[in-house]
């Protein structure tokens, strides 16, 4: 049974309204399901909203009960309507439910920023800080690359945990429970930010969902180590597994050594990745090179280093398939500010902030080919029957201005 302090105990009995004894019943109950011993406190969150039925009943029915977030969460991407509505026709009902959804989570107190990468801008915690995370690439970048602390939470108990201020005790906030249980050899060179896509694809399919140790054994170019790069290893790693933490030997906070990765002198088990399981896995995923429709960027949200390098290849051209490229609000304003947003437009291609490919919005692109640099947007997309050639983005950006993938390596 999960020990609750008086404050806690005060939630639990509905001290602080239906809403937050609601939110906490829920915590207690996952606190059972783990053992957890206690609760502890958070300081930041982050809700992966879906803008999807169940995700709205959710949060409308906490707000309907009352209920105010503790600590204001960051949360995921929807669609911004706004936008998409200079770009396609909408239906009534999809647009409706991205309002509601945005007028529930803004009731509930929670911070609208709508990015899928609130840990490189908005939402950035410190080492050992215990905070709540959904969201496939935020969790393994907090815990593995800040050395924060968070299980990996859904959208709902991470919002549960916004609205009381606690999560229970378990998992990946014991330091016991980070240990590496695999060595990665990592044998390929790693050349692009491309790369870390296939790695993260390719490992939880040699590993399952252990947690890897990555061994690095060529040396690795500082410009492809970038948070780009990490940002899309966890991603990949969390589409074809479920992968929390991983650490990179030398690299990461918890594995300055062998010995502090496995916290032990011996390593369970070793395995080696080479540039044939990259060759093997991008075949298996991604559509034949050929003649593309559109290309759609930005899955996790591109950075700004990386609309930088879109933009200076096609800066000055026409491209020969509309390019969307999706980014967080802050980061498109700043390359409003830059001018690299009124290039890319030039180009024949646009900037959608607050938007993930996973939407209804899309649908204008249902049943057509595109491409892109990113594995889980082709993984999510392919039950809403969009094809996607796979390669890496400067290759990308190159197809978009011939409207063809041609060469990828
Ligand atoms: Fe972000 Fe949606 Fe992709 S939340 S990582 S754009 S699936």
């Given at each position: 049974?999960?020990?609750?302090?008086?404050?806690?105990?005060?939630?639990?009995?509905?001290?602080?309204?239906?809403?937050?004894?609601?939110?906490?019943?829920?915590?207690?109950?996952?606190?059972?399901?783990?053992?957890?011993?206690?609760?502890?406190?958070?300081?930041?969150?982050?809700?992966?909203?879906?803008?999807?039925?169940?995700?709205?009943?959710?949060?409308?029915?906490?707000?309907?009960?009352?209920?105010?977030?503790?600590?204001?969460?960051?949360?995921?991407?929807?669609?911004?309507?706004?936008?998409?509505?200079?770009?396609?026709?909408?239906?009534?009902?999809?647009?409706?439910?991205?309002?509601?959804?945005?007028?529930?989570?803004?009731?509930?107190?929670?911070?609208?920023?709508?990015?899928?990468?609130?840990?490189?801008?908005?939402?950035?915690?410190?080492?050992?800080?215990?905070?709540?995370y959904s969201?496939?690439?935020?969790t393994p970048?907090?815990?593995?690359?800040?050395?924060?602390?968070t299980n990996r939470e859904s959208?709902?108990?991470?919002?549960?945990?916004?609205?009381?201020?606690?999560?229970?005790?378990?998992g990946y906030?014991?330091?016991?429970?980070?240990?590496?249980?695999?060595?990665?050899?990592?044998?390929?060179?790693?050349?692009?930010?491309?790369?870390?896509?296939?790695?993260?694809?390719?490992?939880?399919?040699?590993?399952?969902?252990?947690?890897?140790?990555?061994?690095?054994?060529?040396?690795?170019?500082?410009?492809?180590?970038?948070?780009?790069?990490?940002?899309?290893?966890?991603?990949?790693?969390n589409?074809?597994?479920n992968?929390a933490?991983?650490?990179?030997?030398?690299?990461?906070?918890?594995?300055?050594?062998?010995?502090?990765?496995?916290?032990?002198?011996?390593?369970?088990?070793?395995?080696?990745?080479?540039?044939?399981?990259?060759?093997?896995?991008?075949?298996?995923?991604?559509?034949?090179?050929?003649?593309?429709?559109?290309?759609?960027?930005?899955?996790?949200?591109?950075?700004?280093?990386?609309?930088?390098?879109?933009?200076?290849?096609?800066?000055?051209?026409?491209?020969?398939?509309?390019?969307?490229?999706?980014?967080?609000?802050?980061?498109?304003?700043?390359?409003?500010?830059?001018?690299?947003?009124?290039?890319?437009?030039?180009?024949?291609?646009?900037?959608?902030?607050?938007?993930?490919?996973?939407?209804?919005?899309?649908?204008?692109?249902?049943?057509?080919?595109?491409?892109?640099?990113?594995?889980?947007?082709?993984?999510?997309?392919?039950?809403?029957?969009?094809?996607?050639?796979?390669?890496?983005?400067?290759?990308?950006?190159?197809?978009?201005?011939?409207?063809?993938?041609?060469?990828?390596?």
């Open positions: 049974m999960v020990r609750l302090n008086k404050d806690e105990n005060d939630m639990l009995n509905g001290k602080y309204g239906k809403g937050t004894q609601t939110a906490m019943k829920i915590q207690v109950a996952i606190a059972e399901a783990f053992d957890a011993p206690y609760m502890v406190p958070i300081s930041k969150a982050h809700v992966a909203l879906s803008n999807q039925e169940a995700d709205l009943w959710f949060v409308e029915t906490l707000v309907s009960q009352g209920a105010k977030c503790r600590v204001r969460p960051t949360v995921n991407p929807s669609f911004n309507w706004k936008q998409m509505k200079k770009i396609t026709t909408l239906s009534q009902e999809d647009e409706e439910i991205v309002k509601r959804t945005d007028k529930a989570y803004r009731e509930i107190g929670a911070l609208m920023t709508y990015d899928c990468t609130p840990y490189l801008q908005l939402n950035v915690p410190k080492v050992n800080e215990v905070i709540a969201e496939s690439s935020a970048f907090v815990n593995s690359i800040y050395g924060a602390k959208a709902q108990s991470a919002l549960c945990a916004a609205v009381t201020g606690v999560v229970p005790y378990y906030l014991d330091k016991k429970n980070r240990k590496g249980q695999v060595l990665v050899n990592v044998l390929t060179e790693m050349k692009s930010d491309f790369d870390f896509q296939l790695l993260g694809y390719v490992t939880p399919l040699k590993v399952g969902f252990k947690i890897p140790v990555f061994n690095f054994k060529n040396k690795i170019d500082k410009k492809h180590f970038s948070n780009a790069s990490l940002m899309n290893l966890g991603a990949q790693m589409t074809s597994g992968v933490i991983y650490h990179i030997l030398g690299v990461t906070p918890e594995a300055k050594t062998f010995e502090d990765a496995f916290q032990s002198e011996n390593i369970p088990e070793i395995i080696n990745i080479t540039q044939a399981d990259f060759d093997s896995v991008r075949d298996k995923i991604s559509a034949p090179l050929g003649k593309i429709d559109f290309a759609l960027f930005g899955c996790p949200h591109l950075t700004f280093e990386q609309i930088e390098s879109v933009v200076d290849i096609i800066s000055g051209k026409k491209l020969a398939v509309p390019l969307f490229i999706m980014s967080s609000d802050p980061t498109r304003r700043l390359c409003e500010q830059m001018g690299l947003l009124k290039i890319i437009r030039d180009a024949g291609g646009e900037i959608i902030s607050n938007t993930c490919m996973d939407q209804p919005c899309w649908k204008f692109l249902y049943g057509k080919k595109g491409v892109t640099d990113s594995p889980k947007c082709a993984y999510y997309t392919r039950r809403r029957k969009m094809e996607f050639v796979i390669t890496d983005l400067e290759n990308a950006a190159y197809s978009a201005l011939k409207g063809e993938v041609t060469d990828d390596y």
